[in-house]
């Protein structure tokens, strides 16, 4: 779940090519924002190693493997995109919602992803801690969120979007 936890997010200058692209963790971002822009080419499934680790803000143990974690960061990706702005009917950033990345960290196989978005009124506030391996594909995707209440009502619109 930024995705999330993870969801649409901007490609803008988050990471660009002009980024040392032969770090692992660059080039997963390449594929990581291309995958929150839509870009078909981008599939989820290959970014994540088969043996990845998903540790959601609302679960008490990690979740194990490609399918698992395809599965939850999808849902994330359709709960996340946020409220639409009210000053218009789209984010020129983001469309459909009002997600946005705010801060990036990268170094080595490591990445930390500050976002914002807004969920029925409510500020949030959360990071995606990423762990890729030396090929680039992602072992570990961690999501923690702030406030408690955005916690309740990501958690209700993750059981709504995976069927429960």
Same mark, same amino acid.
């Given at each position: 779940?930024?995705?999330?936890?993870? %969801? &649409?997010?901007?490609?803008? $200058?988050?990471?660009?090519?002009?980024?040392? %692209?032969?770090?692992? /963790?660059?080039?997963?971002?390449?594929?990581? &924002?291309?995958?929150?822009?839509? $870009?078909?080419?981008?599939?989820?499934?290959?970014?994540?190693?088969?043996?990845?680790? !998903?540790?959601?803000?609302?679960? !008490?143990?990690?979740?194990? +493997?490609?399918?698992?974690?395809?599965? *939850?960061?999808?849902?994330? *990706?359709?709960? !996340?995109?946020g409220d639409r702005p009210e000053e218009s009917t789209e984010s020129e950033e983001i469309p459909g919602g009002s997600f946005r990345y705010t801060k990036k960290v990268l170094? +080595?196989? &490591?990445?930390?992803?500050? !976002?914002?978005?807004?969920?029925?009124?409510? &500020?949030?506030?959360?990071?995606? /801690?990423?762990?890729? $391996?030396?090929?680039?594909?992602?072992?570990?995707?961690?999501?923690?969120?702030?406030?408690?209440?955005?916690?309740?009502?990501?958690?209700?619109?993750?059981? %709504?979007?995976?069927?429960?």
């Amino acid at each position: 779940m930024g995705p999330g936890c993870a %969801a &649409h997010g901007p490609v803008g $200058d988050t990471v660009s090519m002009a980024d040392k %692209a032969s770090d692992p /963790i660059r080039r997963t971002m390449l594929g990581w &924002h291309a995958f929150l822009a839509g $870009d078909p080419a981008a599939q989820l499934e290959d970014l994540l190693h088969p043996e990845v680790v !998903f540790w959601s803000p609302v679960l !008490f143990k990690p979740q194990h +493997g490609r399918d698992l974690t395809s599965m *939850y960061l999808n849902a994330a *990706y359709q709960v !996340f995109p946020g409220d639409r702005p009210e000053e218009s009917t789209e984010s020129e950033e983001i469309p459909g919602g009002s997600f946005r990345y705010t801060k990036k960290v990268l170094d +080595g196989n &490591h990445a930390v992803l500050e !976002f914002e978005t807004r969920l029925d009124g409510i &500020h949030v506030n959360g990071v995606d /801690i990423i762990t890729c $391996d030396d090929e680039g594909l992602i072992i570990e995707f961690r999501v923690m969120l702030r406030p408690f209440r955005a916690i309740e009502v990501a958690r209700d619109r993750m059981i %709504a979007a995976l069927g429960g």
